[in-house]
């Protein structure tokens, strides 16, 4: 089956604006998920749907009826909510699920040692465990550490203003 109609949960965010924006010039039906309280506005065309609740996976299962795939774009501090997005697309019988693991590649040892990472461990093997013997196929997509982005806006590894400075693996 073709892949046609997209949800974007994040959609005005510093990943999902870009993404949105990409899959509108390519031809998608395209709907955002917001919160109620959103008043963002969105490209022409893109659909917005107000969510009150992303624990409430029966009211994200019916939001998903008759969409194709779901890219979550939802940043580190919404990870928690890929699980109920998966859930749901999965009741809702969504074909593909890309989670909001933008970042370095969790087939790398290396990484996945990382303790940043342990949250998007999780959703990579919950993703594998829920998916099988399901019609919902999952993809990672990894882009690399948004690095700079995360320096400045999150204070990844550096707090700037603080002078502090994280260290992993105690070096």
């Known amino acids: 089956m073709a892949i046609k109609r997209v949800v974007v949960v994040g959609a005005s965010g510093a990943v999902g604006e870009p993404v949105t924006k990409a899959l509108v010039d390519a ?3 395209v709907t955002a998920f917001t919160r109620a ?10 659909k ?3 969510i009150e609740d992303y ?8 939001a998903l009826e008759g969409q194709d795939a779901v890219v979550s774009t939802i ?14 697309s999965i009741k809702a019988g969504v074909q593909r699920f890309l989670p909001s693991e933008f970042g370095c590649d969790l087939e790398n040892a290396k990484v996945r040692a990382l303790p940043i990472f342990a949250p998007k461990i999780e959703v990579e093997e919950y993703s594998a465990e829920k998916t099988k013997g399901t019609k919902t196929s999952y993809t990672f997509v990894y882009t690399n550490a948004f690095f ?9 590894l550096l ?3 603080g002078k502090k400075l994280q260290l992993i693996d105690g070096a």
């Open 27 to 29: 031809g998608f039906e």
């Open 37 to 46: 309280s959103s008043s963002n506005n969105f490209p022409s065309g893109v």
């Open 48 to 50: 917005a749907h107000p």
């Open 55 to 62: 624990e409430d996976v029966a009211a994200l299962t019916k």
């Open 75 to 88: 940043g580190f501090g919404g990870a928690g909510y890929q699980k109920n997005l998966l859930d749901a």
């Open 148 to 156: 700079d982005w995360g320096l400045v806006n999150a204070g990844l």
């Open 159 to 161: 707090d700037l203003p």
